[in-house]
């Protein structure tokens, strides 16, 4: 099978590559580079075909998506501070961009489009856990944008016959996830924090919650989404773990694993973030066979391991 996977030099999309090459699949990359990096690509670099460009440019979705079977449309701008610092960038590469990977897996007869999605849709619903079924409140540009593009896929579905699945991510965190970005998520940012004995910064009382996912329960949700029958298409699934930890205990559990004894400082709430998050899985589970396969714990050991030994081949 050929697949196509936007933004795979990308933290979530390299580790889609990685898994699809070893399978034996042709594999094209779509990507600009502004985020992602050709060192997330270098074991598979050799074996598969990158198509440098972006999803803003319909041109490069075209001459990527060409001949392919599915489609795995990672590419995005992610974090919500940048979308509020910058909502119109947000918007053209997550909503347009999105519409333009569709527009062209459309015209090439692809089989299936999976989109990454996100669960800052759900908003500030005080409902837990969050259900696909639950109305919509998004508090930031950057959830409107992914919003969009969920809705952008049920329409094609609807109204051409491509068949789509949405998946909601929740707090992806694993190996290449970059610490380094002035948008970067907590975990990579508290590991990097713990190694080097410095104080990470944590936004409100801390006691927010988030249901953090591996990054391998993200590629197993991507592949069954790619296997599932038609009539699971057209629809939204969220992808977690279906549990959740404050960001209390996400510092303290870290700076366990690295041994550090260093103390958080906290910091203003952040606008546009939620309070609590929590994915139901019971529709995935039902429709796609998903399960997590790797559960918190041993994905915090597995990304400490990575980054600390980083740190020491640095």
């Not at 590469?93 to 299936?112: F, Q």
């Not at 988030?210 to 590629?219: G, K, L, Y």
Request: with cysteine; glycine share 8%; net charge negative.
């Amino acid at each position: 099978m050929r697949y196509v996977v936007t933004g795979g030099a990308g933290f979530i999309g390299s580790h889609l590559v990685e898994h699809l090459v070893d399978a034996g699949h042709e594999v094209v990359v779509l990507d600009d580079f502004s985020t992602g990096r050709r060192e997330n690509l270098a074991s598979v670099l050799g074996k598969i075909e990158v198509v440098e460009g972006s999803v803003t440019d319909p041109a490069a979705c075209e001459r990527a998506i060409a001949g392919a079977d599915y489609v795995l449309h990672q590419a995005a701008l992610p974090s919500v501070q940048r979308s509020i610092d910058d909502p119109a960038t947000s918007h053209a590469v997550n909503a347009t961009g999105t519409l333009n990977v569709l527009l062209a897996a459309r015209d090439a007869g692809v089989r299936r489009v999976v989109y990454a999605s996100s669960s800052s849709s759900y908003g500030d619903s005080k409902e837990l856990p969050k259900r696909e079924t639950m109305v919509p409140r998004p508090l930031s540009p950057y959830a409107v944008s992914k919003l969009a593009g969920e809705a952008y896929c049920r329409a094609f579905s609807a109204s051409f016959g491509l068949e789509t699945i949405a998946l909601r991510y929740f707090n992806v965190f694993g190996p290449r996830q970059d610490p380094n970005s002035p948008y970067g998520a907590a975990i990579p940012k508290f590991i990097a924090a713990a190694l080097a004995g410095e104080r990470p910064t944590i936004f409100g009382d801390g006691e927010q919650t988030r249901d953090f996912t591996f990054v391998a329960n993200v590629v197993r949700a991507n592949l069954l989404a790619c296997e599932a029958p038609s009539s699971a298409t057209g629809e939204v699934y969220n992808v977690g773990c279906g549990s959740r930890v404050t960001i209390n205990e996400l510092w303290w559990r870290i700076r366990e694993l690295v041994g550090a004894s260093v103390e958080s400082v906290h910091a203003p709430a952040r606008p546009g973030d939620v309070r609590d998050s929590l994915a139901s899985l019971d529709r995935i589970r039902e429709a796609l066979g998903y399960e997590p396969v790797v559960p918190l714990a041993e994905g915090l050991r597995r990304t400490v391991e990575y980054f600390a030994a980083a740190r020491v081949a640095a």
